[in-house]
């Protein structure tokens, strides 16, 4: 069996975790293996959408214990229920969560395990994984030793394809209470957008912007095209009152979104080593040379404090949005 | 209290990645190795904790003669001790991990801290493995950090916030930025470190679960093209690119 852990919010399956599923079903189709889907919390409610994805077993453990997430308790139901049905696969997407507890289940099974890979195949019986290293300078094929892999899926990069499965459900024991650590309270931001990291377009700034106060335009720009904003090291480094979780490069977030739009980003190594996995990038720079033209689809030399105020604009009269 | 310190000797943020002639791993030609960011934040808080209750802070490394730098630079912003256990310090996390919590066991440690990933290897891997081997408790990711009688509060970074995980010690911290401003070494801390050892052990041999085949560079990206015209226009050819080229939206 390959088994997904999957992760619900809000009654609903979690988006990275149907792309987790998506290619886990893939694979199983690959190896002639059955396709597992395992929740666990609170309520499950919401599990049995897993067969959409194409798992032929659901496998729910519900519980007071399983309210608020704990790594032992997570790591115990993940490497218990492997065994259990003799999982050889073990996925999770790379999520907060996802890469706090797969590493666990996996020194916990005697593991080998990939984090935030972006391919994956089935060669000789065993997983192989394609992950970025140096923040996506390089990429690394990773192939197993151990019995049992254990991998998490970057976000945004698996389809989610619907594909149906059986949906048998199975109910599995809550591990019991006496965790060593446990999450006691969720500090939400206030905006309420996706992360980052899940993020489908971004507008980024960078030191071109002089000041955090002109981040309102880039905030502009993304609500009118369904986007979050981001910003370059430089930016956060230099007292604006950028938070670091807006940071995107190596030493921040390594992004993935279908629409990356840099403003005043120059293009610094270790910038674009986070955001090289963008399907699409726009540059807005005053400087020609800019080494993130380089990078760039499209590219816009100009005034970014006059072009981004016209795309938005642009944006709200064609009545763009994106997902 | 006693802290342990892991710390990672990574290629430096600027390093132009070439792949060496064996086709699976780093050209080290030109590259100037540092310790990964995020665990000199897991090091400038171990130090803290030192200053304002007493501690014993020792700083670890896997690897060989060359990562004796990060110990050395360790010891120059604080640490009172540090162990080097000779191995593969750059190989798979899972073998690390059973390296480190080889020599943590039995020796009372009552907080290990570290950087939530290895700055290259981007794994996010050991820290947590390490708990798991060590059987205590984990916090990754963390932005802050407050320890109480036996027992740890931490911030930690998730999707779209935070969340406060509460826990016992001993247990693994992994550090993020934000948790602290690291500080320089001074001439006096730096002096001082000339005078103090690196214990120097064999690392206890561990199979790993993992391993890199191969390394490739990413595929270069199509040439882009400049769009022309003042702001509006290239606004409007923007969009238009957007929608019909890209099909973004």
């Known amino acids: 069996m390959i088994l997904v852990f999957c992760e619900l919010k809000d009654g609903q399956i979690r988006k990275p975790s149907t792309e987790a599923l998506s290619e886990g079903r893939r694979l199983a189709d690959a190896a002639g293996k059955q396709l597992g889907a395992l929740f666990a919390g609170a309520s499950c409610a919401g599990a049995a959408e897993a067969a959409k994805f194409g798992a032929d077993v659901i496998f729910t453990a519900e519980g007071p214990t399983l309210a608020s997430y704990s790594s032992d308790a997570f790591a115990t139901l993940m490497a218990d229920t492997v065994k259990a049905k003799g999982a050889t696969v073990l996925l999770a997407a790379a999520t907060a969560v996802g890469k706090d507890v797969a590493p666990r289940a996996a020194a916990r099974l005697g593991a080998g395990y990939a984090s935030d890979v972006t391919a994956l195949s089935i060669v000789d019986g065993k997983l192989q994984a394609v992950r970025p290293v140096y923040a996506g300078k390089a990429f690394a094929t990773t192939t197993f030793s151990s019995a049992i892999q254990v991998a998490t899926t970057r976000p945004n990069v698996f389809p989610a394809a619907e594909k149906a499965g059986a949906g048998a459900t199975e109910v599995l024991p809550a591990p019991a209470g006496d965790f060593k650590s446990v999450v006691k309270e969720i500090l939400a931001k206030a905006s309420g957008k996706v992360d980052l990291s899940e993020a489908n377009v971004i507008v980024s700034g960078g030191r071109g912007m002089k000041d955090g106060a002109n981040f309102k335009i880039l905030e502009e720009l993304a609500d009118a095209i369904g986007g979050v904003v981001g910003a370059s090291r430089a930016a956060v480094d230099a007292g604006w009152g950028l938070p670091h979780s807006m940071q995107v490069g190596q030493t921040g977030k390594v992004v993935s979104p279908t629409l990356y739009i840099a403003c005043g980003i120059s293009g610094a190594i270790q910038h674009i080593a986070g955001m090289s996995g963008s399907k699409f990038v726009v540059a807005i720079n005053k400087d020609p040379e800019a080494p993130i033209f380089k990078l760039a689809n499209y590219g816009i030399v100009g005034d970014l404090f006059e072009v981004v105020p016209e795309l938005t604009k642009a944006a709200k009269a064609l009545g763009i949005g994106s997902n | ?249």
């Open chain 2, 1 to 249: 209290m006693k802290i342990l310190v892991a710390l990672k000797q990574v290629p430096d943020t600027e390093t132009k990645i070439k792949v060496a002639a064996d086709g699976r791993s780093l050209d080290p030609a030109d590259v100037k190795w540092i310790t990964s960011p995020y665990d000199e934040y897991a090091l400038e808080e171990a130090i803290r904790i030192k200053e304002a209750k007493g501690a014993e802070v020792v700083a670890l490394s896997v690897g060989g003669d060359s990562t004796k730098e990060v110990l050395k630079n360790a010891l120059a912003l604080g640490a009172d001790s540090a162990v080097l256990l000779k191995g593969d310090g750059q190989g798979d996390a899972y073998q690390v991990a059973q390296m480190i919590a080889a020599y943590v066991k039995d020796k009372g440690f009552d907080l290990i801290l570290c950087g939530n990933k290895g700055l290259g290897g981007d794994n996010a891997a050991m820290g947590p493995m390490l708990a798991e081997l060590l059987n205590v408790a984990q916090a990754n990711v963390i932005v802050k950090l407050e320890l109480g009688e036996g027992t740890f509060k931490a911030e930690r970074e998730i999707e779209g916030g935070s969340e406060i995980v509460e826990g016992a010690l001993p247990a693994v911290i992994t550090a993020q930025k934000g948790l602290n401003e690291p500080r320089y070494a001074s001439l006096k801390g730096i002096m001082a470190a000339k005078k103090k050892t690196i214990e120097e052990l064999d690392a206890t041999p561990a199979t790993s679960g993992a391993q890199v085949s191969a390394l490739a560079l990413p595929p270069e990206r199509p040439a882009g093209r400049k769009l022309e015209g003042d702001a509006a226009a290239q606004a409007q050819a923007l969009l238009q690119a957007l929608k019909d080229e890209a099909k973004v939206f």
